[in-house]
């Protein structure tokens, strides 16, 4: 099987969940984790309808029409410029053979572009980025090159914008995801030592209820000292990989059982956040179930409960069971359990 | 997460069943609530699939869209909403009570008595999931600012007559939902979780089907287990077998079958023959994706209708009622649709009414239920014990006033300042005030300073005697907001509200809307 390449999805991803080695290894490693877990029969339930698909390309391509015209109308909108005639907009052509050849060609454009004083659209450019040893190829929606040797990153999502809103989470994420981008490209502009990265991000969403554009900038200051931290953090693959055992095979063609086995000795970091980013949810959920691991009932549990790290445990300190009582959240378990159990009347009130 | 609710979590993890966080309901429930399953067109925001609608378990009125893109459908199938929608919302209408209330006087600017209509009853809508909630919202701000032919002639895609009017209508509740205990519109998820803990994530709990499998699992089956099932179990052919109407559907679902039943539709569209078979398989499909849902919710109304009711749920519905009223008010008045966004002002005062609910919807549940109440004794904002001693002592005055001191034990250990107001319960529902004076080992001794009645010696039954259990509150029972009036944003304009700026206008609609 091909690896798969990181993308920047899985980076912002990653990003989310830095203490999951088992993602940082199979990401890195370009594992494709749908199959595997498919093998381990915990198949995620991610998959796009075709209907979306269908309308998020119109879309795309609606935004892009005209030359590029109507996307830097757009964005020098929203920076208060006087938007360029149709004619004032170059696309530079970016097509090369592999992404090695994909990222050079984008970088030369960038440098043209930036030397050359107008506006100009790189349409689905190609960006390298090294990611706790592994290079991964990133592919924004699109890179506006301004006058004044300004880089944009655009974002274009299928998430309506109503009334000049649109839902927070979403937006969130597409800034995460910029951030990465912004990233790469601003090892470009250092190894060109030309250009600007801005620190703000087009966000281009249709408006209401329709299919025309409307745009938005998301300041990427935030998102990107996070993201350049977290993933600063991830423990580079090579480590992860060095502390497993001999012959550990991720080949979705391998029996689940000897793949489970794989799986298990990179530790995981499982949250109920997992369900919503990472194929192999189902599968870490099972295991941090049947190892009562508290964490699966949400990530904040863990922080109430100090040091308890199991159910049985929890469930023993509330009972009384188990526990050093002078551990304060040992002492407010059996608290809270004593309250419980006398408002739903089951003991009689210790003082009645 | 309380930790208290965090250990109800656990406790359902070990007993493999949801377990209670309430002893009694906690919100209002109508005698015939109108339950809305609706289900949305993927990639599209708003753009309406199909729904389940109506107030008869057995009964629900289907309404289909079969062609997604195709505008007369849809304007076809919103109408059709609102025929079904409207006569519900707007029969409550007519039956009023009046009740008393003190505006200001536009002319002299005096305080004055007034006499105003309160619809006795109002509405309720019901939707499986938060994200119906949203929906409800969309839908509402969708439809609101279209225009009737009869409106604008010139209108260049007419609603249908009764469109906007639902779009207000499905807003104002979208609204009211927004205000925290209030009943006008819930998720059943909201309801269930607020009622029971399980032991899944509050994420996993979105998913009504797998939630009511922890509540009330069926035979043979742990509540983990059976919820398990329904999230995950698919057929031969990958499709979900107990589909959640998200609102959105299922991406195996949309591929797998919707898609070929669209084009076996436009197929049958473009050669005149078979429509309606094929209309009707279509009705047929997305009644297997609605059906579960609708069922469900009903499901979990029986196990809510099987709690008492908590005490101040009826004042709170109140408070519904009159937000139904007020808004009747404002379509009766003429006034434009909700403004596209709120102005500064008004945006201020609704956070501020929001906040006020907050805090009264917590001192009311706490009230209302022990197992509430423990959760705030936990975290040291109110105790409970038994009174060992009362001591009585007076006041200085020409006229002296009881201030007896009360001690009782507790293990609770609230966080009291010498000084700090506490406030209890009495059997006559109003609230007795108190100051903390001291604490010893295990006791606390507060000093009763009201709820006496006027004369020297305090009123019987209202100062504890020692051996009976008392519960004070570091909160206030009645934060802010006395009696129960419209909220601020629920003034309607043309009682004495400022007039809002300009009535938006319509959407534009071009044809570029859909694709
Ligand atoms: S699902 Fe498993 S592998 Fe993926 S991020 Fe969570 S814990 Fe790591």
């Known amino acids: 099987m091909p690896p798969r390449p990181l993308d920047a999805r899985a980076l912002a991803a990653l990003a989310a969940n830095p203490g999951c080695r088992r993602r940082a290894l199979l990401d890195g490693a370009g594992v494709d984790?749908?199959?595997?877990?498919?093998?381990?029969?915990?198949?995620?339930?991610?998959?796009?309808?075709?209907?979306?698909?269908?309308?998020?390309?119109?879309?795309?391509?609606?935004?892009?029409?005209?030359?590029?015209?109507?996307?830097?109308?757009?964005?020098?909108?929203?920076?208060?410029?006087?938007?360029?005639?149709?004619?004032?907009?170059?696309?530079?052509?970016?097509?090369?053979?592999?992404?090695?050849?994909?990222?050079?060609?984008?970088?030369?454009?960038?440098?043209?572009?930036?030397?050359?004083?107008?506006?100009?659209?790189?349409?689905?450019?190609?960006?390298?980025?090294?990611?706790?040893?592994?290079?991964?190829y990133l592919e924004p929606d699109a890179v506006v090159v301004g006058p004044d040797g300004g880089w944009t990153v655009v974002e274009i999502k299928s998430f309506a914008m109503i009334d000049g809103a649109a839902d927070a989470a979403k937006v969130g994420a597409a800034a995460r995801q910029a951030a990465v981008y912004a990233l790469a490209l601003r090892g470009v502009a250092d190894r060109l030592a030309a250009g600007r990265v801005s620190e703000q991000a087009l966000l281009v969403?249709?408006?209401?209820?329709?299919?025309?554009?409307?745009?938005?900038?998301?300041?990427?200051?935030?998102?990107?000292?996070?993201?350049?931290?977290?993933?600063?953090?991830?423990?580079?693959?090579?480590?992860?990989?060095?502390?497993?055992?001999?012959?550990?095979?991720?080949d979705p063609d391998r029996p689940a059982a000897e793949l489970a086995a794989a799986v298990a000795a990179v530790p995981a970091a499982y949250a109920p956040d997992c369900l919503a980013g990472c194929e192999l949810a189902f599968h870490c959920?099972?295991?941090?179930?049947?190892?009562?691991?508290?964490?699966?009932?949400?990530?904040?549990?863990?922080?109430?409960?100090?040091?308890?790290?199991?159910?049985?445990?929890?469930?023993?300190?509330?009972?009384?069971?188990?526990?050093?009582?002078?551990?304060?959240?040992?002492?407010?378990?059996?608290r809270a359990a004593a309250l419980r159990a006398e408002a739903l009347g089951r003991e009689a009130a210790p003082c009645r | 997460m309380s930790l208290i609710t965090t250990l109800a979590r656990f406790e359902a993890v070990r007993d493999g069943r949801a377990r209670p966080v309430a002893t009694v309901r906690h919100r209002h429930l109508a005698e015939r609530p109108l339950v809305l399953v609706p289900l949305t067109t993927a990639g599209e925001t708003g753009a309406p699939l199909g729904a389940l609608v109506g107030t008869e378990r057995t009964a629900p009125r289907l309404l289909t869209?079969?062609?997604?893109?195709?505008?007369?459908?849809?304007?076809?199938?919103?109408?059709?909403?609102?025929?079904?929608?409207?006569?519900?919302?707007?029969?409550?209408?007519?039956?009023?009570?009046?009740?008393?209330?003190?505006?200001?006087?536009?002319a002299t600017g005096r305080r004055t008595p007034v006499r105003v209509e309160l619809c006795t009853d109002a509405p309720q809508l019901l939707v499986p999931s938060a994200a119906g909630v949203e929906y409800v919202r969309l839908l509402g701000?969708?439809?609101?600012?279209?225009?009737?032919?009869?409106?604008?002639?010139?209108?260049?895609?007419?609603?249908?007559?009764?469109?906007?009017?639902?779009?207000?209508?499905?807003?104002?509740?979208?609204?009211?939902?927004?205000?925290?205990?209030?009943?006008?519109?819930?998720?059943m998820t909201g309801l269930l979780t607020r009622h029971w803990a399980t032991g899944q994530s509050p994420l996993e709990d979105q998913h009504l089907g797998s939630l009511l499998a922890w509540i009330d699992p069926p035979d043979g089956l742990s509540g983990a287990e059976a919820a398990l099932r329904v999230e995950l179990e698919r057929d031969a052919e990958g499709l979900l077998c107990h589909p959640p109407a998200g609102p959105a559907t299922d991406p195996a679902f949309d591929n797998k079958r919707l898609a070929p039943a669209l084009a076996r539709y436009d197929r049958a569209r473009a050669v005149g023959r078979g429509v309606e078979r094929a209309a009707a398989e279509m009705a047929e499909l997305l009644a297997t994706q609605l059906r579960p849902a609708w069922d469900a919710v009903w499901h979990g109304l029986d196990l809510l209708r099987a709690l008492p009711e908590g005490a101040h749920v009826a004042e709170r519905w109140k408070r519904d009622r009159w937000s139904y009223t007020a808004h009747r008010d404002r379509i009766r008045a003429g006034e434009p649709p909700q403004p596209r966004r709120d102005d500064a002002v008004t945006a201020a005062r609704k956070l501020a009414s929001r906040e006020t609910a907050q805090a009264r919807l917590e001192a009311q549940?706490?009230?209302?239920?022990?197992?509430?109440?423990?959760?705030?004794?936990?975290?040291?904002?109110?105790?409970?014990?038994?009174?060992?001693?009362?001591?009585?002592?007076?006041?200085?005055?020409?006229?002296?006033?009881?201030?007896?001191l009360v001690t009782v034990r507790t293990e609770d250990a609230p966080h009291l300042a010498e000084g700090a107001r506490v406030h209890r319960l009495l059997a006559d529902g109003r609230t007795q005030t108190g100051e903390f004076t001291a604490a010893g080992p295990d006791r606390l001794t507060v000093r009763l300073t009201g709820g006496m009645g006027r004369g020297r010696q305090p009123e019987p039954g209202t100062v504890p005697e020692p051996g009976e259990r008392v519960c004070w509150t570091l909160f206030e029972h009645a934060p802010r907001g006395g009696p129960a009036l419209p909220e601020p944003e629920h003034t309607p304009w043309t009682h004495g509200g400022p007039p809002g700026a300009m009535a938006d206008e319509p959407d534009p609609v071009t044809a570029e809307d859909y694709l």
């Open chain 1, 205 to 250: 969403c249709p408006k209401d209820f329709s299919n025309l554009p409307t745009a938005a900038l998301i300041d990427l200051r935030k998102p990107l000292a996070t993201t350049r931290r977290q993933l600063s953090r991830l423990v580079r693959v090579e480590e992860i990989a060095a502390g497993l055992p001999e012959g550990v095979c991720f």
């Open chain 2, 141 to 187: 701000r969708s439809m609101r600012f279209r225009r009737t032919a009869e409106q604008d002639p010139a209108a260049a895609f007419p609603a249908p007559p009764r469109v906007p009017m639902l779009g207000r209508w499905l807003t104002h509740f979208a609204e009211r939902a927004q205000v925290p205990g209030s009943s006008l519109l819930l998720s």
């Open chain 1, 285 to 334: 959920r099972e295991r941090a179930r049947q190892a009562g691991l508290v964490e699966r009932l949400g990530r904040s549990v863990r922080a109430e409960l100090g040091g308890l790290a199991t159910v049985e445990s929890v469930l023993a300190a509330a009972g009384g069971d188990g526990g050093d009582p002078d551990d304060p959240a040992v002492a407010a378990l059996r």
């Open chain 2, 365 to 404: 549940e706490a009230l209302d239920d022990p197992l509430v109440m423990a959760g705030r004794r936990l975290a040291g904002e109110a105790f409970a014990g038994e009174v060992t001693a009362v001591v009585m002592e007076y006041t200085e005055a020409k006229v002296p006033r009881p201030r007896p």
């Open chain 1, 33 to 136: 984790k749908g199959a595997l877990a498919q093998a381990l029969g915990a198949p995620a339930a991610f998959g796009r309808s075709q209907f979306a698909f269908v309308r998020g390309h119109a879309f795309e391509s609606r935004v892009k029409a005209d030359g590029g015209a109507e996307l830097v109308r757009l964005l020098s909108e929203q920076l208060g410029h006087k938007p360029p005639e149709p004619d004032e907009v170059d696309v530079p052509e970016l097509t090369a053979a592999g992404p090695e050849g994909r990222t050079a060609r984008t970088a030369l454009a960038l440098r043209q572009a930036t030397g050359a004083g107008r506006w100009a659209l790189l349409d689905h450019p190609m960006l390298a980025l090294t990611i706790a040893g592994t290079p991964a």
């Open chain 2, 65 to 106: 869209v079969c062609q997604p893109r195709d505008r007369d459908q849809r304007a076809a199938f919103l109408a059709a909403l609102a025929e079904e929608v409207l006569p519900h919302i707007e029969g409550f209408a007519a039956e009023v009570t009046t009740e008393e209330r003190t505006e200001t006087d536009p």
